[in-house]
């Protein structure tokens, strides 16, 4: 047999199971599970850890090296090993933001050995341990591409609710993009830039080693009532320990296929050694958007008073951790509950989790981490729904613009999900030199999904609709890795990994749909008189086979080659296998030569590799579909043409980098260039319609880059006795840009976006009201160059009569993602017990198409004086007078003095008919303070007397400021967020604006 | 140092025997990993090549035909080509059917791009079945209903894509007069004829004559046209089957036009004037034929439009009539009109006004009878997708064009001077224009 098989046989193909019993057949085979040999001559270790002006340092990882134990600080700083084998022993201490000691004691048989750390500060953290993008757990001195982590241990008091909240704001080139404020509403994530025009430009996302399905399937979509479903924020936050980010495909080409747009890999917490620690956590708060964030159409007061409500939360988290020498376990049970700023929009989240570590033997470790979680959303009808709440109040008041009276309308729209993850990792230490792991895990993934309609609630449905959709999801993936350690010479030191990883997806969606109820107070499908049902599944399959080697010479210089071959079920019938190649190197210059006394660390890194993104499932295979027709009748259409020669687009990065630290390494600067070309993309030609097949072929033909910087400061600003301000800076830019459609026409993405080659995937086109040489007026005509004649491309233009030509790109606006995003934050800790914390964030270069604005802006959104009347005459009080809606438009008609941007405005404004689209993709540049957080841990004395160890006060706040010259209700927001290529549908339509929350938290520790 | 040399040494032997033989279990598993994966809902085309496939194949051309008609692109074409022609008027709030009804056919947002495409589609799947059967049928082929009913299909759709369409583009092919559809439609449907008449189905046979009337009509063969309408009784109807089963079944004209914040009404339209108001509410000239329901309370997406319930379809299962047997009688009619017969084509009127037990109507001179003719074809085929082409034909006829806005207009802030600034077709999409080579240098309009 070869790779050659790969691929064979596309659509009815024979299942087996080969990957989990193979993986623990070698690994049964090299491990022989024989119980761990009895300590009869045994010691303890003690100790504490502090800072170099003697503070606790708490939850600092304590490990004795060469060994399965491990264990985390206390309040105090202080950890203790039992049962330690006597004799010379080394102790291992890691934290974020120190270095990593080590020191040697000696074990006495039946005593104890007591070691005192006190950690240096260090903003470089060059001996943490990373496991993503790598073949095996490596030190971060050894790697060449730069990645990502963030320790979620060090924000319990930050203000999250989400893993989305979690990772915003968090690292440079990591843009979340939410949909909107209602809770329970997911998002869309997107490193560095968009690496295809055609597929999904979201990461992959792995929990402890189990792949999740973070898909945003289409139940009750957004276009009606629905709320994207992020799977992402199905995984408790308060449970994470760490998120290691891969950004680009430079890094993550050991993940193969699908990898392409990034990795992220989430830890949970583990249980560390000693006695049973239990952690409360508890909070209270309260969403609200201010007035101003809604004042955009004169029925704005209205809706405020009327239609916006204080929001509430309340989340309760209690966890335990604990073990002995060989067993440890974190258990959580978390709930939380929130009723958000619109009326009947609330969302409820239920969480469990078990991890267990089992050490059968000092080199044995075996993890099962399992959650599961059940979330339940009622939706708010908003967005582009006819009968929603915003779209109808904010046009047309109280009655809305269909005449609905807003408070009678009832919608309800459910969304529940159930979500199981549980994965078991088994690592064995063979030799001294060989070690291998495998993870087998399960992702199950339900949905239920149901909207009702009742019966004469709503104007356009009078008797009533009921829809339910469900679906369910099964991912599983089984992982094999071994290494080999060894030392060529005593300078050179080889390390040979060796793996595969196989993956498949299963799904199932049935939905049923019922419209009219005989009567009033029935609500199931089965109740209504017209009834229809649907039913799909599909699978895919994914099989990966890799190698990497490391050569490292002394501790400074490190280079790695790596080799991915993958097949995947979505290949085209003459495509096998797919090759993912990559190489670095790091060098930390600082190891090998003196450097300047202002230098400290410096570490100098380059990468190059690939990694690649699949084609979607059955788009290379020519298809038809059925369905019936003309009164019931079988019928077939045709729906997919088919490419035998599919195969997946492949993305090339080049990074380069370096980590920097001065002042004693208090100051970190991590920079990083990266370059990306996406090759054979995927792109969905369209064959011309009169072909008769209207659905676009998937060809492997485009090429897109993405260039961009990422750049990272964090450090110690300013420290003294009872006072340390830690500051960090993260900026990012992205300049992403379609090299060539191969020929291809441009396609349209959505109304004015179009994939056009040498602009941004998925950029904004049209003509629009701009200001040019102290001009303001259409840039058709301003723009429009008189006496030159059009050039290939170019569009003839006409003023007062005179022809002329537009230059090439005269009607390009900008594109959808951003090309800047810049954070800035701090943390300050005043005496031994305060700390304040902040962030902000700022997002640039993004445009968006605001249906919102256009519906307010346009011409025929005139308030008359009947409309007026109708209201008082139904008792509702309305302060305005006969106008535009907008306020833009009434401030921008009325105004004596006009200024530029009211200029624009006003012809926008009075432009004729809803079509201008042009005139409403508008910038999204944003200022947020996204956290804002003040946490006091009160005297140990005091918990004391109620049996805690210690307890801590918060109080945090979120998003409570933001600036922006957007003019609609919210520049982050993106309503089409349910689709595949959400992440490029740069769509704004009456989402509700992201609230402000501020809560007050709890911690304690007993 | 030497005996940690070789215990190094022989652990590395060890590591080296682990290392392969994993990479050798992993490669060999990989290798006979099977990836094939199965999909219920889709079939492969080869499937289709086989008897019992013969009915799906021609019902998914009726399917595509409907989806053209009344479907996509807010309405299908028989929707928004009603907006553009005055039959109704676009109250809603969704752009791309305002832009038509405007007067301005847009050819870029993805509804304006669906009436091309998914009439494109009909006419190539309907072509396709034709191809297929053969194959799969044989010489049986000729004297098949199911082939008769393809073949009628083709007729049909080639006559659809003619009636709508600015010019015609054929299976990627270069730019062509629209008639090209005619010519295509018209050799379709005199195959239809032969074989529904082998196969002894008159329905289908007639339907056929029907159809290739309407062809040539529209080709100015009015010779042929009378001839193929003289083989049509009065009465005759063949229709489009539409079922509430499922959307796509639908009637997506009743749905566009009458139901609760629907995008189209007959106000401001000559046919709120010549209908009947069912609500009693406006003062109408009572004709049945446009049938609507005023209702105050009731407001377009756009608050200073009111929508009017067009009434001609009262549910999703009503039928849309693709030819009938009074349409034949107005050809008849027009023809004789055309040949300066005014009594006569009168006459042939009011067979029609008969058939639906009207008052007969009446025309001193030639002027009058044309108002009488245009707007009875306006009455008589309401919002069954003729509109466009009768007034297309008579914009471009010198003798009838100035005629026109006696029966076509728009009032108050809708209207528009309709025949010298309406293009009377729908434009090409960008999709075409975009995807298809042979158009570079030959653009449509």
């Known amino acids: 047999m070869s790779l050659s098989m790969f691929g064979a046989e596309r659509l009815r193909g024979v299942r087996r199971r080969w990957p989990l019993a193979l993986a623990a057949a070698m690994l049964a085979l090299t491990t022989g599970f024989q119980p761990a040999a009895s300590q009869t001559q045994t010691g303890t270790i003690t100790g504490t850890v502090t800072t170099q002006t003697g503070e606790p340092v708490v939850g600092a990882q304590v490990t004795v090296v060469g060994t399965q134990r491990g264990t985390l600080t206390n309040a105090r700083g202080g950890f203790i090993f039992t049962g330690v084998q006597a004799g010379e022993r080394q102790v291992r201490v890691t934290s974020i933001g120190y270095r990593t000691e080590t020191q040697t004691v000696q074990v006495p048989a039946g005593g104890t050995a007591t070691v005192q750390f006190s950690l240096p500060i260090s903003a470089i953290a060059l001996d943490a341990v990373v496991v993503t993008g790598q073949a095996t757990a490596t030190q971060r001195r050894e790697i060449g591409t730069s990645i990502a982590a963030i320790d979620a241990t060090a924000l319990e008091a930050a203000p999250i609710k989400s893993m989305s909240q979690l990772l915003q704001g968090r690292a440079p080139g990591v843009n979340v993009l939410p949909g909107g404020g209602k809770s329970g509403q997911g998002t869309r994530i997107v490193l560095r830039g968009a690496a295809s025009v055609s597929q999904a430009n979201e990461p992959l996302i792995y929990v402890d080693g189990v792949r999740i399905d973070n898909s945003s399937p289409l139940g009750i979509s957004t276009a009606t009532a629905g709320t994207t479903w992020s799977g992402l924020d199905d995984i408790n936050p308060a449970d994470i320990e760490r998120v290691e980010i891969v950004r680009g495909a430079s890094a993550a080409t050991l993940y193969g296929t699908e990898a392409a747009a990034g990795v992220i890999q989430i830890f949970t917490r583990r249980g560390s050694e000693g006695r049973a620690v239990w952690n409360y956590s508890g909070e209270m708060g309260v969403l609200d958007t201010p007035f101003e964030w809604w004042d955009i159409s004169e029925f704005s007061p209205w809706f405020y008073d009327n239609m916006v409500q204080r929001g509430n939360l309340q989340s309760h988290q209690l966890s335990v951790r604990g073990g002995g020498e060989a067993f440890n376990y974190y258990a959580a049970g978390s709930f939380r509950d929130e009723a958000g700023v619109l009326p009947a929009n609330t969302e409820q989240a239920t969480s469990f989790r078990l991890n267990l570590g089992i050490a059968p033997r000092d080199n044995m470790s075996l993890r099962l981490n399992s959650s599961f979680t059940q979330r339940d959303v009622r939706v708010a009808p908003d967005a582009n729904n006819t009968r929603g709440y915003t779209i109808n109040g904010l046009v047309g008041g109280p009655r809305g613009q269909f005449v609905e009276t807003l408070s009678l309308v009832d919608i309800r729209g459910i969304q529940d999900g159930t979500r199981f993850l549980a994965g078991l990792t088994l690592e064995h230490q063979l030799t001294d030199i060989l070690s291998h792991r495998v993870t087998v895990g399960t992702d199950i993934w339900n949905q239920d999904q149901h909207q009702l309609f009742p019966f004469g609630a709503i104007s356009n449905l009078p008797e009533g609709f009921r829809s339910n959709y469900r679906r369910e999801n099964r991912n599983a993936n089984v992982d094999y890795n071994a290494t080999a350690r060894l030392h060529l010479t005593p300078d050179v030191r080889s390390t040979t990994s060796a793996g595969f990883q196989y993956f498949h997806r299963s799904t199932g969606w049935s939905s049923a749909i019922g419209e009219d109820f005989p009567f009033f107070g029935l609500e199931t499908v089965s109740a209504t008189l017209r009834t229809s049902g649907a039913e799909g599944r599909s699978e895919e399959k994914m099989a990966g086979f890799y190698g990497e080697q490391q050569v490292a010479f002394r501790d400074y210089l490190y280079v790695t080659a790596g080799l991915r071959a993958d097949g995947h079920s979505a290949f085209g019938a003459d495509v096998d296998f797919q090759i993912y190649p990559k190489v670095s190197a790091s060098y930390v210059l600082s190891d090998h030569v003196q450097l300047p006394d202002f230098l400290g660390t410096l570490r100098l890194r380059g990468a190059y590799g690939t990694a690649g993104q699949q084609p979607s499932n059955f788009a290379a295979v020519r298809t038809w579909n059925t369905t019936s027709a003309v009164g019931a009748q079988p019928a077939v259409f045709p729906t997919n043409l088919g490419n035998p020669d599919l195969r997946p687009e492949v993305t090339h990065e080049r990074e380069l980098g370096f980590e920097l630290g001065l002042l004693e390494d208090r100051v970190h600067f991590d920079v990083t260039h990266y370059d990306q070309r996406t090759k054979d993309a995927l792109y969905a030609v369209r064959e011309p319609p009169s072909q008769g097949v209207l659905s676009p072929q998937l060809r492997n033909v485009g090429e897109i880059a993405n260039e961009g910087w990422e750049v990272g400061v964090r450090g110690l600003v300013y420290e003294r006795p009872g006072f340390r301000w830690n500051a960090l800076v993260n900026l990012s830019t992205n300049r992403n840009e379609i090299i060539s459609l191969g020929g291809g026409a441009p396609i349209q993405l959505q109304w004015l976006q179009w994939m056009r080659e040498g602009y941004a995937v998925g950029s904004f086109f049209g003509d629009r009201p701009i200001a040019h040489n102290g001009e303001v007026g259409l840039a058709s005509q301003l723009l429009c160059e008189v006496g030159r004649q059009p050039g290939p491309g170019e569009d003839a233009c006409s003023v007062g009569g005179s022809a002329g030509a537009l230059p090439e790109g005269w009607d390009y606006i900008g594109g959808p993602l951003p090309t800047r995003t810049l954070q800035l934050g701090s943390d300050f800790s005043i005496g031994a017990r305060t700390t304040v914390n902040f962030l902000f964030d700022h997002r640039a270069g993004a445009f968006a198409q605001s249906s919102t604005m256009r519906w307010l802006m346009s011409p025929n959104r005139n308030i008359t004086e009947g409309h007026l009347q109708t209201n008082r005459d139904l008792g509702y009080d309305i302060n305005t007078t006969p106008g535009p809606v907008a306020r833009v438009c009434r401030d921008a008609l009325d105004a004596t003095n006009p200024t530029e941007q009211q200029q624009i405005y006003a012809i926008a404004c009075s432009r004729n008919s809803l079509l201008t689209h042009g005139d409403f993709a508008l910038p999204t540049d944003f200022w947020k303070l996204r956290e804002i957080s003040v946490s006091y841990r009160v005297p140990e004395a005091i918990p004391s007397r109620f049996g805690l160890g210690s307890l801590t006060v918060n109080l945090a706040g979120r998003n409570l400021w933001r600036s922006t010259d957007y003019i609609g209700l919210e520049p982050e927001s993106m309503y089409r967020n349910d689709l595949s290529d959400s992440a490029l549908r740069s769509q704004i339509f009456f989402d509700t604006p992201i609230p402000r929350q501020i809560t007050l938290g709890v911690r304690a520790q007993f | ?445």
Request: with cysteine.
């Open chain 2, 1 to 445: 140092m030497r005996k940690q040399l070789w215990i190094r040494a022989g652990v590395a032997g060890r590591a080296r025997a682990g290392a392969i033989a994993a990479i050798a279990g992993a490669s060999l598993v990989l290798a006979s990993c099977d990836l094939g994966v199965t999909n219920p809902a889709l079939i492969e085309e080869s499937d289709l090549f086989v008897p019992g496939a013969v009915p799906a194949i021609v019902n998914g051309a009726r399917y595509t035909f409907n989806n053209a008609i009344s479907q996509t692109g807010a309405g299908g074409v028989f929707s928004v080509s009603a907006a553009l022609t005055d039959e109704l008027t676009h109250v809603g709030s969704w752009a791309p059917p305002r832009e038509i009804s405007d007067g301005t056919p847009g050819n870029e947002s993805p509804e304006n791009q669906s009436h091309w495409g998914q009439s494109s589609r009909a006419r190539w799947q309907a072509e396709d079945a034709i191809d297929k059967l053969t194959t799969i049928l044989g010489d049986a082929a000729n004297s098949s209903e199911w082939m008769a009913l393809a073949k009628l299909y083709a007729g049909f759709s080639n006559r659809l894509l003619g009636d709508m369409f600015c010019e015609a583009v054929i299976d990627g092919g270069e730019l062509q007069p629209h008639t090209v559809f005619f010519q295509r439609g018209e050799e379709h449907l005199t195959s239809a004829i032969q074989v529904a008449g082998a196969a002894g189905v008159d329905s289908l046979r007639i339907a056929a004559y029907a159809a290739r009337a309407q062809v040539r009509m529209m080709m100015g063969d009015w010779a042929g046209a009378v001839a193929d309408a003289g083989q049509v009784p009065t009465g005759f109807r063949y229709v489009q089957i539409m079922s509430d089963n499922s959307g796509s079944e639908a009637n997506g004209v009743f749905e566009w036009s009458a139901l609760i914040a629907g995008q189209y009404s007959p106000w401001a339209t000559p046919f709120a004037e010549w209908g009947t108001d069912l609500s009693g509410t406006l003062d109408t000239e009572g004709d049945p034929r446009a049938p609507f329901l005023f209702r105050t309370e009731i407001g377009g997406g756009s608050p200073d439009r009111p929508f009017y319930f067009a009434q001609k379809y009262t549910s999703r299962n009503d039928d849309i009539a693709l030819a009938k047997g009074t349409e034949m009688r107005l050809i008849e009619a027009e023809a004789l009109l055309r040949g300066g017969n005014v009594g006569d084509a009168v006459a042939k009127i009011n067979e029609v006004r008969d058939h639906h037990d009207l008052d007969d109507a009446s025309a001193a001179n030639a002027d009058e009878a044309w108002e009488l003719l245009m707007k009875e074809r306006g009455l008589e085929l309401w919002l069954e997708g003729r509109r466009l082409p009768d007034l297309r034909r008579w914009a471009a006829d010198a003798n009838t064009r100035a005629r026109i806005n006696t029966t076509a207009w728009r009032l108050g802030e809708v209207a528009r001077p309709v025949y010298e600034a309406t293009p009377f077709c729908l434009r090409i999409s960008t999709d075409e224009i975009f995807s298809n080579p042979n158009l570079t240098n030959n653009l449509p309009t």
